[in-house]
């Protein structure tokens, strides 16, 4: 995956079938179901793939117990069925995680087995193991951790866990396989309007300073958040549609939790769930639901927010949780829907995904969840058929293998999630044995990542690499820090930067890296 050849495609072609804006999970969803319909298709990311929400997910492939116990039912059997899709179709990041609800009451245990049974007999053949009831010295073992004052037992169950970032270039990579174009650092600024109709965007490769006109018969706006910007460029002065609400992660090390069993705190003071999930050697807590006045690439955890994350783990875990004890931490943004008019309250856009075609013509995709991105392309691409003139063509994604597929993975191989991809980055460190080394003696990640990620996975920033390549600044924001001069001396060989690049770029990464350690 190139950039220039990238450029070259959007240099040489004007007019495409489906432009995509946006590529979060939603964008490249819907860029990979059009390109294997055989559209031709753009998709233009403005910062970096997964840069926004996408990247910044509690990592779980899941039905949602919590829309379940809400009787969502719609909800959790489409979740459900494309959690088991996903997990066949990128088997090299999505594994079976297993939960566990700590019951500290007598009615916990019969109650949360008999919601999750139904949650397994719902999911099918599709399904990822059967739930089942523990005594509290079972519980004890599975989660050493946990606290065990009052604790009566336990109730497993199984979700799907993956890697949200990589997941994301793994898309982009499919949908370059499939004939599509994607590009990142390449933001829309205008749509090119014709008899009141979308025909087009203008756009500007961030890296050059180039701008572009084009025209594609669809339109989507996959923009999350930033909806209403593109909104905006549609009618002017329009209605504010879209609120954010910010949900926050705590990272900390392995030890506070202990074993490789997750816990599910299915009721938190505020109502919320609470997850803290093994993931990559680390553990991450979460999250939390605050309304946020604007929308942004970086959002900042609020201190009320860490609070509540370490206060309610520590009431489940045997060691307490300190501030100093935590190595990164991450905010994302749901959209909710903005009042109609003031006073009113902004509802949650449902967790089912919405799609609004404007009066231009322009479509609109938001809401859903990572889990469902596959069905929310193919609902959003089948509309694009039927009101922008593309021919009728059918989807395609149900059973296609995600770029980097591999079956039998092993969980020990730290290179496990590039998938039939590790053998390639094996190779680099063959021909250069110094690309073995570490990048920091606290993770896991070597230096022949970064130079693959640049020859192959459109790297073009430090932060592009630290953050969503290498998932450094989410597992450990120091270590990044520190890491971060010699990966740029790193990145500037593979792409012919000078001095300083290198200066800049540190410098920029190192405003961006202090939201995230506390
Ligand atoms: C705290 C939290 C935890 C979550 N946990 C889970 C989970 O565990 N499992 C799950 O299934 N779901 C989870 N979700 C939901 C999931 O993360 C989101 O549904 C999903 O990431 C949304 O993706 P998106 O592509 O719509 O938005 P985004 O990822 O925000 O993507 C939008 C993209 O548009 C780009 N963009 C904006 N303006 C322009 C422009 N003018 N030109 C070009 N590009 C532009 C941005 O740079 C951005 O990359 C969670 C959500 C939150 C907030």
Redesign the pocket.
């Known amino acids: 995956m190139k950039r220039t050849q990238q450029i070259e495609n959007i240099k040489a072609n004007s007019e495409w079938d489906v432009i995509v804006?946006?590529?979060?999970?939603?964008?490249?969803g819907v860029a990979l179901d059009s390109a294997t319909r055989n559209y031709k298709t753009l998709l233009?990311?403005?910062?970096?793939?997964?840069?926004?929400?996408?990247?910044?997910?509690?990592?779980?492939?899941?039905g949602g117990v919590r829309y379940l116990a809400q009787g969502d039912v719609a909800l959790v059997l489409e979740?459900l069925r494309e959690r088991g899709l996903l997990r066949k179709n990128a088997p090299h990041l999505v594994k079976n995680q297993s939960f566990i609800i700590p019951n500290y009451n007598w009615w916990g245990k019969p109650f949360y087995t008999i919601g999750l049974t139904l949650y397994d007999l719902m999911a099918g053949h599709l399904g990822l193991g059967r739930s089942l009831p523990y005594s509290k010295k079972r519980t004890i073992k599975k989660l050493p951790a946990i606290k065990e004052k009052g604790l009566r037992g336990g109730v497993v169950y199984h979700d799907g866990q993956f890697d949200?970032a990589r997941l994301a270039v793994n898309l982009a990579q499919s949908v370059i396989d499939n004939g599509g174009t994607a590009v990142n650092h390449?933001?829309?600024?205008d749509l090119i309007k014709e008899n009141d109709s979308v025909t087009g965007v203008k756009?500007v490769d961030l890296l050059s300073g180039e701008n572009h006109t084009l025209y594609a018969k669809a339109v989507i706006n996959?923009?999350?958040?930033?909806a209403d910007?593109?909104f905006q460029m549609d009618e002017a002065g329009g209605r504010r549609k879209v609120v954010p609400?910010?949900?926050?992660?705590l990272v900390v090390d392995h030890e506070f939790l202990g074993g490789d069993y997750a816990i599910m705190i299915p009721k938190t003071d505020d109502g919320r769930v609470l997850?803290a999930v093994p993931w990559r050697g680390k553990v991450v807590i979460?999250?939390?639901d605050t309304l946020i006045n604007e929308a942004s690439?970086e959002p900042k955890p609020l201190q009320e927010e860490i609070d509540f994350v370490l206060n309610t783990a520590t009431r489940y875990l045997k060691k307490p949780i300190k501030q100093s004890d935590v190595r990164s931490i991450f905010?994302?943004?749901?959209?909710l829907a903005a009042p109609k008019s003031d006073g009113k309250k902004t509802k949650e856009i449902s967790r089912s995904h919405k799609i609004i075609v404007s009066k231009s013509g322009l479509i609109t995709?938001?809401?859903?969840?990572?889990?469902?991105?596959r069905k929310m392309a193919q609902d959003t691409v089948d509309k694009a058929a039927q009101h922008c003139g593309l021919g009728k063509v059918s989807c395609k994604t149900g059973k296609l293998q995600i770029h980097g597929y591999m079956k039998n993975i092993n969980l020990n191989d730290p290179l496990y999630v590039y998938g039939s991809e590790g053998e390639n980055i094996r190779n680099l460190v063959a021909e250069n044995p110094g690309l073995e080394e570490k990048l920091h003696e606290r993770l896991e990640f070597i230096k022949a990542e970064v130079v693959f990620a640049c020859q192959n996975e459109m790297a073009m920033t430090l932060d592009d690499m630290l953050a969503r390549r290498v998932r450094a600044l989410f597992l450990d924001a120091r270590a990044a820090e520190e890491m971060a001069p010699e990966v740029a001396r790193l990145m500037a060989e593979e792409l012919g930067k000078d001095e300083k690049w290198i200066q800049e770029q540190v410098e920029e990464f190192s405003e961006i890296v202090k939201h995230y350690y506390l």
């Open positions: 804006i946006g590529g979060g999970a939603t964008g490249l233009l990311e403005g910062t970096d793939f997964a840069k926004g929400t996408s990247s910044r997910s509690t990592k779980l492939v899941h979740a949200d390449f933001k829309v600024t756009a996959a923009t999350g958040v930033f910007e593109i609400s910010q949900g926050i992660h997850f979460g999250t939390t690439l905010a994302g943004l749901r959209p995709i938001t809401g859903g969840k990572w889990t469902t991105y």
